[in-house]
């Protein structure tokens, strides 16, 4: 028979108001009253305003007895109630006897261990700290002990390696505990509630853990003790320990995230003392090491220094980051302001190692924070910066940070390097020429230097940080670091968004870009505007697009009788990719690279060409202002047999991307074979052949033709390294080239009106002339061009034009990588011989015809053996189409989705159910 109770709930916390909850969606029972600790400051316990919100009487005892006497004042208004049980889900405080037996049905506790072990305050943690295999929770009748009533009932669950005190308390305690309190209060309804009492067989009592003195982690003992103390105490309060400092002072730290560790040997280790531990600790890459007695390891993942959070593994590095100490008496008030922000999103009090997410925050939350945060403090901010700072403490370094430099946003100054001002085109650009590691411009190791030489002129430009092996090697730390922590934690569509957000700034940034671009490599500037850079920032757009639509696939595989299978896949970044470019369209070819590279959700280094690098560091600059994380995008000018080697010979990194000539590209896949087996992808030299018929419409054949072979001077990939003209039209087609090449202007790329500028530098320059010396040696006649633009200062090169070319000649099989047009003949009524020598090439990368017979077209498209193939038209590339060669022109694509599974792996998932 039930009894209708009358209860009086005594205690505080989000726990007693979620029994008080359900304590109330169940008729049988009244509540009669709420008895709960005094407001701390304005905040009143939740408890409290739950019951409130409910209309049951709340009575706030700042304590209930005085010398051990109950208070009489308190007394009477408990019993003013006339509750029939008293319910005490969490309390903090000492109730009397009085009070313990005043309600006619006794008092009924919850205590979070499985009683009569770990009696007293702080069961969790010894439930952690004893290695016990089993947690749970007791509802006990109170009695006049520590915890020693007779049982109402109990509950239990096996403990994970996994398991701290917050994991144990979240997942099992407290949602079990709330839902055992209810079901406790109906037995005691209905009669059915038993009174077990308690055994002292196995019964401990363990020190409260709230006192200090009982926090202190003892290092003299095994690792699996440690261990467990340690997470005992995670998250609150952190167990100590003592770091003892090289000059011989101590700092008291606390530890968190603590696991056994057997991965064996670390990389990079750095020796740290701790008190009490007669063999030093090793911070490294993962965290911090530490031996137990018993020569087995703990690692450490995170330290509490003072009220600052730091991964154990950035316990070196604390040098490099400067956090913001010298903060106004206004920046404080922002302090308080924040806070409250913080703590009326997450409903908890905020310290200053409070961590959004671990605070059960979820995306809601991320874009209120946001938007409170830009109101109250009119600051620009976005979503990802909550990710990449999610500790108070750092959230507030990051919100007065911006506010210091001005909300404006976006200004250069943000970013310090060392640089010159290039003053060319009518403007002055600030151009960076240190190593951009990790979110900074840095020197070289040794100060080692490049010198940078302005192709028109022939002068030096600047001299720029050439990278060394180490300088390598901390890139790609940098790289791998991010790639395991902050890239990880920001999802793919933001990932998108920053990446948009770059080629806003890239297109904002464009005439500077251009102009560099045009100086340093010689570039026509109005073809660095719409090629060089225009098309950088459509890559850049265009995979930004793919970031939130990589997926797998499900599969259909057999099921395993009687089960079901199911069999999916997924598409995972490869992590730390190396970049290694050529000089050519030096920001296109970063683009097209690292734009799939970062849509895949890989970090990268890249190493551009030598002789080239000013807008690779003038992007880096623009990635920090879009607010890149440290470590994603790292630039390394230098020498390619020494930076680009050490890339390629790299252990950590994971996939190559290579853009350059056929031999450094054999080469380099051998080294990425022989250090990691590296995944890695070649586009490489090109001979490409370009066959014109009669009956082609011969205004455009020309035109194109003419783009085919001096489209930037030469300097393009898929130029058309071969002609192959219909005889019927060859002269007719020479004396209109001739004509156009006559009128062509070739001077300074800044100029307006240019259509030719400088070869990229002299190496090259110079290779061109030998290349036109082979030609004539060798009886191809030479009809135009072959030296050096007469009278110029800079590497101008003579557009040049070579006919009656035979199939076995030099520069009909070797690529000039120049603005040479080597013409052959061949006869219309003899297709498959011209298809045979448009072939015979070791080079696969593109081709072309013209005619207007689509039948001879698409026969063409069948038979040629080359990545690309342009029918009535040349040069059209776009970054949704994949580019890439055949044979050695080497393999892998870039452009277009293609470009994207060459920089993920595919891992597929298989699940019997
Ligand atoms: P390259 O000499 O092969 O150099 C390309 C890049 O590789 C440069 O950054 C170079 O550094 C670096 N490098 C050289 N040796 C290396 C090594 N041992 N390990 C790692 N990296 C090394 O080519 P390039 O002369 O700059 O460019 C012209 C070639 O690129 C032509 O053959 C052209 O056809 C080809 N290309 C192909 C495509 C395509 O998409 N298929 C596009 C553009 C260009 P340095 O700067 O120190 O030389």
């Known amino acids: 028979m ?73 007394l009477e208004q408990y019993k003013s109630v006339g509750a029939t049980l008293n319910l005490l889900p969490y309390c903090s405080q000492f109730i009397p006897m009085e009070v313990i037996d005043g ?26 700290i004893e290695g016990d295999e089993i947690a749970g929770f007791s509802i006990f009748w109170a009695d006049d002990g520590l915890d020693t009533g007779p049982l109402l009932l109990t509950r239990q669950t096996n403990l994970e390696p996994t398991d701290t005190l917050d994991s144990i308390y979240k997942r099992f305690l407290y949602p079990e505990g709330v839902k055992a309190m209810v079901l406790a209060v109906d037995m005691v309804a209905k009669g059915t509630a038993p009174k077990i009492v308690q055994t002292e067989v196995g019964a401990t009592y363990d020190p409260a853990m709230f006192r200090a003195e009982n926090q202190i982690l003892n290092l003299q003992q095994s690792a699996e003790r440690i261990w467990n103390f340690i997470r005992g105490l995670d998250s609150v309060p952190g167990a100590i320990a003592t770091v003892l400092q090289a000059d011989g002072s101590e700092e008291q730290v606390r530890l968190f995230g603590a696991h056994l560790y057997s991965a064996g040997p670390v990389r990079a280790a750095q020796e740290i003392k701790l008190k009490g531990l007669p063999k030093p600790a090793w911070v490294h890459e993962n965290g911090l090491l530490i031996e137990g007695t018993d020569g087995q390891l703990v690692n450490v993942r995170r330290i509490k220094r003072g009220s600052k959070m730091i991964n154990a593994c950035d316990w070196f590095k604390l040098a490099e980051h400067h956090p913001i100490t010298d903060f106004t008496e206004d920046e404080l008030v922002k302090r308080t302001d924040l806070s409250a922000i913080w703590q009326a999103i997450l409903k908890q009090s905020i310290e200053a190692s409070t961590d959004f997410f671990a605070a059960g925050a979820g995306s809601m939350d991320v874009v209120r924070l946001v938007e409170e945060v830009k109101e109250a403090f009119d600051v620009p901010l976005e979503n990802e910066q909550v990710f990449m700072a999610p500790v108070f403490e750092e959230f507030f370094d990051l919100l007065i940070r911006t506010l210091r430099q001005g909300s404006s946003g976006g200004s250069s100054s943000k970013i310090s390097y060392e640089g010159f001002t290039l003053k060319a085109n009518k403007r002055e650009i600030r151009v960076p020429t240190q190593l951009f590691i990790n979110g900074v411009f840095l020197d070289a190791e040794k100060q080692r230097t490049l010198d940078i030489i302005n192709p028109t002129n022939e002068q030096l430009l600047c001299k720029v940080a050439c990278a ?12 791998h670091k991010a790639f395991y922590g902050s890239w990880k934690q920001v999802s793919a569509r933001q990932r998108g968004l920053l990446m948009l957000r770059l080629a806003d700034l890239m297109e904002q940034h464009k005439e500077e870009l251009a102009t560099i ?18 098309m950088s920032i459509d890559a850049w757009r265009y995979f930004a697009g793919w970031c939130d639509k990589i997926q797998g696939n499900t599969i259909p595989v057999n099921p395993a009788r009687p089960n079901n299978v199911l069999t999916f896949t997924r598409k995972e970044p490869i992590g730390v990719c190396g970049l290694i470019t050529p000089w050519n369209y030096p920001l296109m070819m970063l683009s097209w690279k690292m734009a799939a590279c970062i849509a895949a959700g890989n970090t990268c280094l890249i190493k551009p060409a030598q002789t080239c690098p000013l807008t690779a560091l003038k992007f880096a600059e623009l990635s920090v202002l879009a607010g890149f994380p440290p470590g994603v995008i790292n630039v390394l000018p230098g020498k390619g047999s020494e930076a680009g080697q050490a890339v390629a010979d790299h252990g950590l990194v994971n996939k190559l991307g290579f853009t350059g000539s056929t031999p450094v590209g054999q080469h380099i896949m051998k080294s990425c074979a022989a250090s990691n087996l590296k995944k890695c992808s070649l586009e490489l030299g090109g001979k490409s052949p370009l066959v014109i018929f009669a009956d082609c419409d011969l205004d455009k054949a020309v035109r194109h033709g003419m783009s085919s072979v001096f489209f930037n001077k030469g300097e393009n990939c898929i130029a058309a390294g071969r002609l192959f003209v ?28 240019t259509a030719h500028g400088p070869q990229n530098h002299k190496a090259h320059f110079d290779k061109l002339i030998e290349f036109c010396e082979t030609g004539v040696a060798e009886g191809a006649k030479l009809v135009y061009g ?4 007469p009278n110029m200062k800079g590497y101008f090169f003579m557009p040049t034009v070579f006919t009656d070319v035979a199939d076995d000649m030099f520069i009909a099989k070797e690529e000039s990588f120049g603005p040479i047009m080597i013409i052959s003949k061949f006869n219309g009524s003899d297709v498959d011989s011209v298809m045979l020598r448009a072939n015979r090439t070791d080079y696969g990368l593109a ?14 498209a069948d038979r040629i053996d080359a990545g690309t193939v342009f029918v009535n038209v040349y040069n059209k590339t776009d970054v949704a189409a994949p580019f890439g060669g055949f044979k050695q022109s080497g393999f892998g694509k870039d452009l277009g989705q293609e470009a994207l599974n060459e920089y993920m792996k595919t891992k597929c998932v298989t699940i019997e159910y």
């Open 468 to 479: 060394s092996v180490a300088d390598a090697d901390k890139a790609v730390q940098a790289a």
């Open 103 to 128: 309600a006619a049905l006794g008092s009924i506790c919850y205590h979070p261990s499985i009683l009569p072990r770990h009696r007293g305050a702080s069961a969790i943690s010894w439930t952690l």
């Open 847 to 860: 081709s072309g015809v013209f005619t207007k017979d689509i039948s001879k077209a698409l026969n063409f």
């Open 786 to 789: 072959g030296c050096r633009v």
């Open 726 to 753: 219909e005889d019927r039209i060859h002269d007719e087609f020479v004396r209109r080239v001739l004509k156009d090449l006559r009128t062509m202007t070739i001077g300074d790329p800044l100029n307006r009106s």
């Open 2 to 74: 039930a009894t209708n109770l009358r209860i009086a709930v005594i205690g505080q916390s989000n726990f007693a108001a979620d029994v008080l909850e359900q304590l109330l969606e169940n008729s049988s029972v009244k509540v009669v009253g709420v008895f709960t600790i005094p407001d701390k400051g304005s905040r009143e316990d939740i408890l409290a305003t739950t019951a409130a919100s409910h209309n049951i009487p709340v009575f706030k005892f700042a304590s209930w007895r005085r010398k051990g006497v109950a208070l009489p004042e308190v």
């Open 517 to 534: 671009e045009s100086v340093d490599s010689g570039a026509v500037y109005t073809l660095a505007l719409k090629t060089h850079i225009g």
